[in-house]
């Protein structure tokens, strides 16, 4: 290994008290480019990323000193399509180079570019172990991930789903998560056709009841929609979406008006019309729409649902092992943060059962790691010396 630079990418609340409240109908205005809007800090993502990956194909050796990539922070602060862009812009076919030609002494040389490397911390801090699967597979899928990347923490991989059924009867998810995990679900029946056991006319009964709790009018709006909107918010595409919507005028007496959403009081969702995938998109930049799919609904947890989840995480589990990818562990810091008790129920030991011949079992790459040296009072020799004693207690040769 040698040494290198990695940009690091906070995740944060997107939607500020003030600049944040800024409708979307405004994206073209300069006055508030650059505030806390959501729009702009994912699209300023985007552009900082874009950059690192043009200076790593255009400048001789500087793809072997900045390395990667990585963002981290509160997990529940920021669904992971709000990075979309950054991840995707650093591996498009306009940008990533597999060579480099340059000219020296009137002679050409040609210089191998190496991959940026990629980390998102994920599956970590999350309120529901739906939520925290759910946010892995889409940095999987969603972030072009491929052999040798990186998910930091991970804990949703490994853990106990009957013991976190049994001391989370009831959990607190805001409604858009809540509908985006029924979605994903549904997703991996329909599309990836992992076999759950769940109803699926109970399934999407939930999902429209979710989103009309959200939306209020759900005339028109199928499961199919709402679907294709969840997939629709990892486009790098919304500038197009948003202005496009925006240059619909409404024919009537006031000139002013612009937009199909023409009003900017709390009764604007009345006016939004048919609903379409793009006007679902649209509805994640409109300071109305955010704060009601932010209202708190009480999700029941009940021991019927382990099955589903536990074929879900395992569904997970093989993906990360064939796709060859690591997984970014930290005792100290797991035990700190994670929902379990002490070090000898680590997920690292779910995750690579190497020294036992389990039928069922895993073989996932994982690193050892201190997180935070500082904040954990810990390095990686008592960290690989706390996975050593677990292992040892556990009957590892």
């Known amino acids: 290994p040698t040494m290198g630079i990695v940009y690091h990418l906070i995740k944060m609340e997107n939607l500020d008290n003030l600049s944040g409240y800024y409708c979307a109908k405004v994206i073209d205005q300069t006055r508030i480019n650059g505030s806390g809007h959501r ?12 950059i690192i990956e043009t200076i790593r194909s255009k400048i001789p050796y500087i793809n072997e000193y900045i390395v990667g990539i990585d963002a981290a922070s509160d997990e529940n602060a920021m669904e992971p399509w709000m990075l979309a862009p950054a991840y995707n812009r650093m591996r498009t076919k306009d940008r990533t180079m597999p060579v480099m030609k340059e000219e020296c002494m009137g002679k050409y040389q040609y210089h191998m570019i190496q991959n940026a490397g990629f980390t998102y911390h994920v599956g970590e801090d999350y309120r529901h172990i739906v939520s925290g699967l759910r946010h892995i597979d889409e940095v999987i899928e969603e972030f ?3 052999p040798g990347d990186r998910l930091g923490h991970a804990i949703a991989l490994g853990t106990d789903i009957s013991r976190w059924v049994e001391v989370n009867e009831m959990v607190a998810l ?7 995990n029924l979605l994903w679900i549904w997703g991996k029946c329909t599309n990836d056709h992992v076999r759950i056991p769940v109803q699926m006319e109970v399934l999407e009964k939930m999902i429209l009841d979710t989103a009309k709790e959200i939306y209020d009018n759900i005339d028109g709006i199928t499961v199919i929609m709402l679907y294709q909107a969840y997939k629709g918010k990892f486009s790098d595409s919304h500038r197009e979406i948003l202005r496009e919507l925006n240059e619909k005028r409404y024919h009537n007496s ?6 199909y959403c023409k009003y900017d009081t709390k009764d604007c969702e009345k006016c939004f019309g048919r609903w379409s995938k793009e006007k679902l998109i649209y509805t994640n930049y409109c300071p109305v729409f955010v704060e009601r799919g ?3 609904q009480q999700v029941p947890v009940t021991k019927r649902e382990v099955q589903t989840y536990e074929i879900l995480q395992e569904y997970l589990l093989q993906k990360v092992e064939q796709m060859g990818l690591y997984v970014e562990t930290n005792p100290t810091s797991n035990v ?8 000898f129920m680590h997920p690292i030991f779910k995750m690579s ?3 036992f011949a389990e ?3 895993h073989h996932v790459m994982v690193t050892v790691n201190s997180d935070d040296p500082v904040v954990f009072n810990t390095n990686v020799e008592n960290e690989l010396a706390y996975i050593y004693y677990a292992m040892e207690s556990r009957g590892y040769a």
Do not use: C, Q
């Open 39 to 50: 729009f702009f800090w994912r699209e300023a993502m985007g552009s900082i990323t874009g």
């Open 144 to 146: 072009h991930y491929k």
């Open 174 to 180: 805001p409604a858009a998560e809540y509908l985006d």
């Open 254 to 259: 006031d000139k002013n008006s612009y937009g």
């Open 294 to 296: 932010n209202r708190v």
């Open 336 to 343: 700190t943060i994670g929902d379990f008790d002490d070090l």
């Open 353 to 355: 059962t190497f020294a």
């Open 359 to 361: 039928p069922k079992g």
